[in-house]
């Protein structure tokens, strides 16, 4: 499906029925490479929407200067557009410094938070010298061809045990990656979102994994200590993409707290 959100064509997929969940992938892959295992797990009880960044996927590309305050308009416009009010955010890595964004720049969005493996900006949860050393690892990366481009960035988002259908599928995805779009990616996950923690009065499940290289555990730890409405929860065995790498329990955590949010 595609809808125009402020002149840019977005691609998204939804499924099911019930309290609505706004899923946001990463800086690499799209929504049913990241997310096909969740979206339909999670189906038989909740409306599932996973949308395309701009520059992923089968979205168009940003412009040149968009960075994660076009990123966050744009989701909240997305969800707008399609008609949804108000959803329980959910964002791995990149996604999740945008869900944090769209949480910020839109009061009422979001019904509860959900951060997998995500950030509060590569400047906030890195610091300066480590978020520099990123961006411009990511800017050189972009300029490579599929391949080079695949080996380059597998070994950091999956432990050295993964396998199987569903990490081929997401590499395939990488593989197809959009140079423009990545850089715009990288570039808005650079930007620094520590300062929205302290807003945060929504639920928030923070979801990291003890084997993600890209953004340990110790993030969301850190994370924690600042969100009071925020519970941390940390995978045993999966590495950064723990949604491919470890569908189930993804899925399992996912569910046990968004229906613990969703009672009324």
């Known amino acids: 499906m595609h809808i125009d959100v402020g002149g840019l064509s977005i691609a998204y997929e939804r499924a099911g029925s019930g309290p609505i969940v706004a899923l946001a992938h990463g800086f690499v892959g799209d929504a049913r490479s990241t997310w096909g295992a969740q979206i339909e797990a999670l189906a038989d009880e909740f409306t599932v929407i996973a949308w395309e960044a ?15 305050d076009g990123y966050a308009d744009c989701f909240a416009g997305f969800l707008r557009a399609i008609g949804v009010e108000q959803a329980h955010l959910v964002g791995l890595s990149f996604g999740g410094a945008l869900v944090l964004a769209a949480f910020h720049r839109h009061p009422g969005l979001a019904s509860s938070l959900t951060l997998v493996s995500g950030y509060a900006g590569w400047v906030g949860s890195l610091g300066v010298d480590e ?18 481009f695949v080996a380059a960035m597998a070994p950091s988002m999956f432990s050295a045990a993964a396998g199987g259908d569903l990490v081929a599928g997401f590499l395939d995805s990488v593989r197809d990656f959009r140079p423009c779009g990545f850089r715009a990616m990288a570039r808005a996950s650079y930007e620094d979102q520590w300062h929205v923690l302290a807003e945060v009065d929504v639920p928030t499940l923070l979801l990291y994994a003890d084997h993600d290289v890209r953004a340990p555990a110790s993030i969301g730890e850190a994370m924690h200590r600042l969100v009071p409405a925020s519970e941390f929860v940390v995978l045993t065995g999966p590495g950064h993409v723990s949604a491919v790498e470890a569908p189930d329990d993804v899925s399992r955590e996912l569910r046990r707290f968004l229906r613990s949010v969703s009672r009324h």
């Open 54 to 68: 701009p520059g992923a996927g089968g979205s168009a590309d940003p412009p040149d200067d968009f960075g994660m």
């Open 131 to 148: 978020a520099d050393q990123r961006l411009a690892r990511s800017l050189a990366a972009s300029r490579i061809g599929p391949d080079e």
